[in-house]
Each structure stands twice: as C-alpha cells, then as structure tokens.
C-alpha cells in the first residue's frame, strides 16, 4: 500500500515515514498543501495521511479537495484536538482523525481499518446494481447519485453514509449501527460527526425530509411526501 504523507514539520514527518516503511508500507512525503494535492493528482497514493497545520493551504481545504476529487481514503493526523476541528474535517469527507501524539501501532491500525472498510465498499458495490428510490439514483459501482437526472456531487464519506441510509428504506437505522458499520469499530470520536453527514447531504439533496431524525434512536431515510 502507498501512503502519502502530508505533514510540514520535518523531525515529525522522518518519524512517521520511518515506522511506515519498517511496518511495511510504500511511503511518500509531501511538505506543503499543493505539493500533497500535486501527488494525489498523480495517483501516487493509496491513502492520505494529513496534517491540518500545512504553511500554504489549510489541511481542511487540502481533505476536501481530495475527496471531492477522488475516493482516496483520508486519515487526519493532527495537533488540533477540538471537537470543531474534528467535525469540520470529518464533514468534509476524511475516514478518521488521530490528534498528536499518538503511537505508531494506533495509527497502523487505523490505516488497516480504513482500507478494510474501503474494500469492503468497493466488493460490495460491486456485487450492487443501482438502487433508485423517487426521483434518487444510487449507483454503488459507479459511486455517482442524482436527482431528477441531475448529479448531486458527494464526499467518500457522505456517498458511503447514503448507500447504508438507501438499503432499507423506511427502517430506522440507530447511530451506534450507523457508526459501527459506516465508520468502522475503531470510530472513538463524537456523534456529532454523523449530525454533520446527515446535514451536509439534507443539504446536497434539497429537502431535509429525505432523512428523517427519529429522536434517541438514529435516521430513516425515505423519499419526501
């Protein structure tokens, strides 16, 4: 696997490549924001490691290029430890977020669990044809929504979090499967992220009745009435 590693403190980013390589992976560097994005842009990387505090372009703006661009799973690997920060950068699409200092074996569990589940994805997409519900069109092979005809452009993430929504329409899916099955069992952060997906593809899709909160249990996903 090839890990891009997007981090502009020198002695921090020597360590990380270092215990990457030695654990087994393929391990690319990248200083600056643009440079990481340049190297995403290349398919030099199977995953992204991205620290938030980058000198040019704000990781939070550099994790939503890159997953509005690509399907490149996204770790955060941050000082920044508030819950905002958290959130922002899981709503705009990274697949989990490790704050500073943190060991080397949570973090390689972490990559192994992220691309786990994205394996898992992509064979079950695979084995999926289009699901079409109203005037909603999911296809898991092609990973593409729309509505009325249009596309309606979502993050890894927020496809993700639709396609487990759109399976049982009408059922009401608690958080804690939500989180277990969408995030992965190593998910430790707050519930709010999920708050933030739902809101963001409410948003994406025009009316929030496409997602119903079924209050102290989780969502129902059904087409508006």
């Not at 958290?86 to 500073?100: H, I, P, W």
């Not at 079409?132 to 890894?156: C, F, K, Q």
């Not at 927020?158 to 399976?167: A, D, R, S």
Request: aromatic share 6%; with cysteine; hydrophobic share 45%.
């Amino acid at each position: 696997m090839r890990v891009l590693l997007i981090e502009d403190d020198a002695a921090i980013a020597a360590g990380i490549l270092d215990a990457l390589r030695q654990a087994g992976f393929e391990a690319a560097h990248a200083a600056t924001g643009a440079a990481g994005l340049e190297a995403v842009d290349g398919g030099d990387a199977d995953l992204v490691l991205l620290d938030l505090g980058l000198p040019d372009v704000d990781g939070v703006e550099v994790c939503r290029r890159i997953c509005t661009t690509t399907t490149l799973p996204v770790i955060v690997v941050s000082a920044r430890g508030d819950e905002f920060d958290r959130v922002l950068a899981l709503e705009m699409g990274a697949d989990d977020y490790l704050v500073k200092p943190f060991g080397f074996r949570e973090l390689a569990a972490r990559i192994r669990a992220v691309t786990r589940r994205a394996a898992q994805g992509e064979a079950a997409a695979n084995a999926t044809s289009a699901r079409t519900i109203g005037a909603l069109t999911l296809d898991p092979r092609s990973r593409r929504v729309s509505l009325d005809g249009e596309p309606v452009h979502l993050t890894a993430k927020e496809f993700e979090l639709l396609e487990y929504l759109t399976g049982d329409p009408g059922a009401v899916m608690r958080r804690s499967d939500i989180l277990r099955d969408v995030w992965g069992t190593s998910w430790y952060g707050t519930t709010k992220t999920l708050d933030a997906h739902v809101a963001a593809i409410r948003k994406k899709l025009g009316d929030p009745r496409w997602i119903e909160a079924v209050r102290g249990v989780g969502f129902r996903f059904g087409e508006p009435g």
